[in-house]
C-alpha cells in the first residue's frame, strides 16, 4: 500500500477540484492511499470528507508574495513534519501554485513528485513556478504540452492526461430541470452563459462586448449568463461598469459560485469559453453546444472539433467570436446537432475511470524506481526519472 499526498487549494468546487476528485475516487484502494492538504476549507473539503478521503487544512500561504517570503519556510517545514508523520510514497500537486511546496517537500522526504499543470504557461511562467523540479509533470493538453516543452521541460517527464466528466452526473437528463429559468425571472429567449471565476483570464469583458452587440442588433432575444465567483474584485467591477453603461442589466445575470453545475449546464442552451477548461467537456456531456473562441487552434484542439461537436474560432477577435454566436443562435438545427454529436464524444472519450488509470500507471512507473537512489544517480550523472508519456502509454495499452 503506497500513501500519495495531494497538494489542493481547496475552497470552492470548481475544475481543478472537480478533476483531482475524479483521479481519488477511482483510484484502486488496494494500492493507493490518498491523503489530501488543502490550504481552505469549503465545498471541496466536504466533497471529500464525504467520500471518505482522509483531508487536512494546512495553511500553506502564497510562495512568491513579497510578505510570505518568511513564513513559506515554516509552512514547508510544518508540510515536510506532516508527510513524514504520515509515511507518504509520493506527493501530487493539482494546483500550479502549490509546485513549489510540492518539490521542496518531496526533495527533503526523498519521495517522486507530480505536478498537474491545467492551463498554458509563457515560458517564463514554466521557470517561475519550477515546473523542471517536479519528476513528472501531467498536462491536460497539447497546447499545455507545447508550452511546456517551450518553456524547457523535457518531453519524456510529461505525461498528456486530459480532464475527464462524470457522463452519468453531467447527463442530457438534467435539462428538462432547466434551473436557471426557475431561478432568474428575467431569463427569456435562448441562454448562453460562460462558466468561470470572475477574472481578466476567463474574458468576461469580451463576452459580455460580444453580448452588447447582439442585443444592439436587435435580434432573438437572448439572456447571457456569467457563473462564477468575484476572484478579481477590481475585474469585477469592470463588468459590473459594463452591464451599467451599456444597458444590459436586464439582459445579463451573475449567478455567483454555485454548487450545482450540471444543472446549471443543462439549463443553458450554448456554453461560450474563452479561456478553454473541464467546463467545455461537462457541457458537452450534457448535450450542449460549445463555443470556444481565442483560445485553442484547431490543430491543438481535441474534443472540441469545429462544425462536428462544437464551433472553434482561433481568432480573438471580438467580431469573430460575435458572428460564430449569432450563427448558433440562430440556427436551432445546428445546435441541436452539435450537442448530440458532442454528447456520443462525451461517452467515448471522457471517462473518469480511465483518467484515475493513465495517473495511477504513472504512479506505478515513477514508484518503481527507489526515490533515494534516484537522486542520489541524477546528480552525478544526469539521469532522468522514467519517461512519463511512455507511462501513460502503457496505461492506455492496458
Known amino acids: ?60 500561504r502564497p510562495w512568491r508574495a513579497f510578505l510570505s517570503g518568511m513564513w513559506r519556510f515554516a509552512d514547508t517545514r510544518r508540510l515536510t513534519r506532516f508527510a513524514v508523520a504520515h509515511d507518504v510514497s509520493l506527493m501530487h500537486s493539482s494546483d500550479l501554485w502549490l509546485s513549489k511546496y510540492l518539490t521542496c517537500t518531496a526533495r527533503r522526504i526523498g519521495v517522486p513528485s507530480v505536478l498537474h499543470v491545467r492551463t498554458p504557461l509563457p515560458s517564463a511562467c514554466v521557470a517561475k513556478h519550477g515546473c523542471g523540479e517536479a519528476d513528472a509533470l501531467i498536462a491536460i493538453s497539447r497546447r499545455v504540452r507545447n508550452d511546456l516543452l517551450l518553456g524547457g521541460i523535457r518531453h519524456e517527464k510529461i505525461a498528456l492526461i486530459g480532464d475527464s466528466v462524470d457522463i452519468d452526473q453531467f447527463h442530457p437528463s438534467v435539462s428538462a430541470r432547466n434551473i436557471l429559468r426557475r431561478q432568474f425571472a428575467q431569463s427569456r429567449g435562448l441562454l448562453i452563459g460562460l462558466v468561470g471565476r470572475i477574472e481578466p483570464f476567463k474574458r468576461q469583458l469580451d463576452f459580455l462586448r460580444a453580448a452588447a452587440h447582439i442585443v444592439r442588433a436587435n435580434g432573438p432575444a437572448v439572456t447571457f449568463f456569467l457563473v462564477g465567483k468575484v476572484h478579481c474584485p477590481r475585474y469585477n467591477e469592470e463588468v459590473l461598469d ?58 491543438n484542439a481535441v474534443h472540441v472539433q469545429d462544425g462536428r461537436t462544437g464551433l472553434l474560432v482561433t481568432s480573438k477577435q471580438n467580431e469573430d467570436l460575435v458572428q460564430a454566436m449569432l450563427r448558433l443562435i440562430s440556427n436551432a438545427d445546428l445546435r441541436r446537432y452539435l450537442g448530440q454529436t458532442a454528447r456520443i464524444w462525451a461517452e467515448d472519450n471522457f471517462s473518469h475511470v480511465s483518467m484515475a488509470m493513465k495517473t495511477q500507471m504513472l504512479y506505478d512507473k515513477l514508484l518503481a524506481h527507489d526515490a533515494t537512489q534516484y537522486r542520489t544517480a541524477s546528480a552525478a550523472a544526469g539521469r532522468s526519472m522514467p519517461a512519463a508519456a511512455e507511462m501513460v502509454s502503457a496505461a492506455s495499452a492496458r
Open 1 to 60: 500500500m503506497h500513501r500519495v499526498l495531494y497538494l489542493s487549494r481547496g475552497g470552492d468546487m470548481g475544475g481543478s477540484q472537480r478533476q483531482l476528485l475524479h483521479v481519488l475516487t477511482n483510484l484502486d484502494r488496494r494500492r493507493y492511499e490518498p491523503i489530501v492538504v488543502c490550504r481552505s476549507t469549503g465545498a471541496f473539503v466536504e466533497a471529500l470528507r464525504q467520500a471518505d478521503i482522509e483531508t487536512h487544512i494546512l495553511p500553506l
Open 242 to 299: 459594463f452591464i451599467r453603461d451599456n444597458g444590459l442589466a436586464d439582459r445579463v445575470v451573475l449567478t455567483g459560485p454555485r454548487d450545482d453545475m450540471p444543472e446549471v449546464l443543462g439549463s443553458l442552451d450554448i456554453l461560450v469559453s474563452l479561456s478553454g477548461g473541464s467546463v467545455m467537456f461537462e457541457a458537452m456531456s450534457c448535450g450542449k453546444p460549445v463555443l470556444s473562441a481565442g483560445f485553442s487552434t484547431k490543430t
